[in-house]
């Protein structure tokens, strides 16, 4: 009995300093807007620890292919540095794992070419989550798709359904992984939208990696919400929108 | 043709005189960084994680993965950030020495351990760095 009524209180202390945080939030963002728009608007809320993600959010970003100078490289070298991906020993350059890779290409007509940093999508209707065979490939009810590696078998069926080619899979025994992002022998593995940072109310770090302006991170589920403000006016593409996936990272310029 | 009653008994008589025989007591191991308020509530954490380490690092698993859920509590990071030493440059303890936390235990009872396949082993600098 005590221990129920023990744990109610905490809930509701926990409920409290969310709401407290929430409020603390909005005033600085609203300080924000006015001062730096596009360095300090902060558009991830804090959830606290210990409550569950629900499906009321849908995180996607949006890149602007336009305003990546490097076509994406600094994306994709702060990815490799936060999840230690791509410097396996005895991989091969065709077995390294690549978590974002930079794809360029160029208009026949006019030569005028394009680089953009393409990564898992996070589909709506993710082919690797239909075709895995243990369910270690699925959505989180926030939109992001990732591999429970605890149940991975690694059969790679995945690799081979997702028209985007962004999972690896890892064929060595690995060491000093990181302990926020753990990668390990015989398992597939992808972009995780920066589950860890997302669930600390921070934005995945390719996002902070981009040039100003070029990335937007958000909930594509508020219209109020700045990455979802900028797709209501200017509309976005999607790769491969003819398969009708419905993914959660938009491109500008492509 | 099932066995007699009488054979069941012995077996069982068997198998006990064999297990009154086992040391229960558990190898020496390193020292946890962080020390609990009382004697009593260190008592209540070794206890309880000595039956069942296993079961709430399993939930807590599940429950991070699929719920987004990452208190301290159950958390393998956690444990390792208290149980297991700060790499230095003079040593790093890696689960593959027998004196890590985990490995210890796991190889005086001849229990494979794959966490290590993929989580991190010990703590990271920085967090160990942020601790203090």
């Known amino acids: 009995m005590n221990r129920v009524e023990e744990s109610k209180d905490q809930s509701t202390n926990l409920i409290d300093r969310y709401r407290r945080q929430f409020l603390g939030g909005l005033g600085i963002t609203t300080a924000a807007v006015t001062l730096a728009p596009s360095v300090l608007l902060r558009e991830v809320q804090a959830k606290p620890d210990d409550e569950a993600v629900t499906n009321e959010v849908r995180w996607g970003m949006l890149i602007d292919t336009n305003k990546l100078p490097d076509g994406g490289d600094s994306m994709v070298a702060a990815c490799k540095k936060e999840h230690g991906w791509g410097d396996d020993p005895n991989a091969s350059p065709a077995q390294q794992s690549q978590w974002v890779r930079k794809v360029t290409f160029k208009d026949k007509l006019t030569q005028h070419e394009t680089s953009l940093p393409v990564m898992c999508q996070h589909c709506e209707t993710a082919p690797c989550v239909d075709v895995c065979p243990t369910g270690a490939s699925f959505k989180r009810a926030d939109g992001i798709v990732l591999v429970d590696k605890h149940i991975c078998i690694g059969c790679r069926y995945c690799m081979m359904a997702c028209p985007y080619k962004a999972r690896s899979f890892v064929h060595e025994h690995l060491e000093n992984q990181q302990p926020h992002s753990p990668r390990g022998i015989g398992t597939v593995e992808s972009c995780t939208l920066c589950v860890h940072r997302i669930d600390k109310g921070e934005q995945p770090t390719c996002i902070e990696a981009a040039p100003p302006k070029a990335a937007v991170f958000g909930d594509l589920n508020d219209p109020e919400s700045k990455i979802s403000k900028a797709l209501a006016k200017y509309g976005a593409q999607q790769i491969r929108a003819d398969l009708g996936l419905n993914t959660g990272v938009r491109y500008w310029g492509i | ?132």
């Open chain 2, 1 to 132: 043709m099932p066995a007699s009653p009488t054979i069941h008994r012995f077996i069982i008589m068997l198998l006990a005189a064999f297990l009154v025989g086992c040391d229960s007591n558990p190898p020496e191991l390193m020292a946890a960084t962080k020390v609990f308020e009382t004697e009593q509530q260190t008592k209540l954490h070794i206890a309880e994680m000595r039956t069942n380490h296993m079961h709430l690092l399993t939930h807590k698993r599940d429950e991070t993965m699929y719920s987004g859920i990452r208190t301290a509590k159950h958390s393998l990071n956690a444990c390792i950030d208290c149980h297991v030493p700060m790499p230095t440059a003079q040593k790093v303890v890696k689960h593959t020495d027998a004196e890590h936390f985990c490995a210890t235990c796991h190889i005086e009872v001849a229990v494979k351990l794959d966490c290590f396949q993929c989580h991190a082993d010990r703590p990271a600098l920085k967090t160990a760095e942020v601790a203090k």
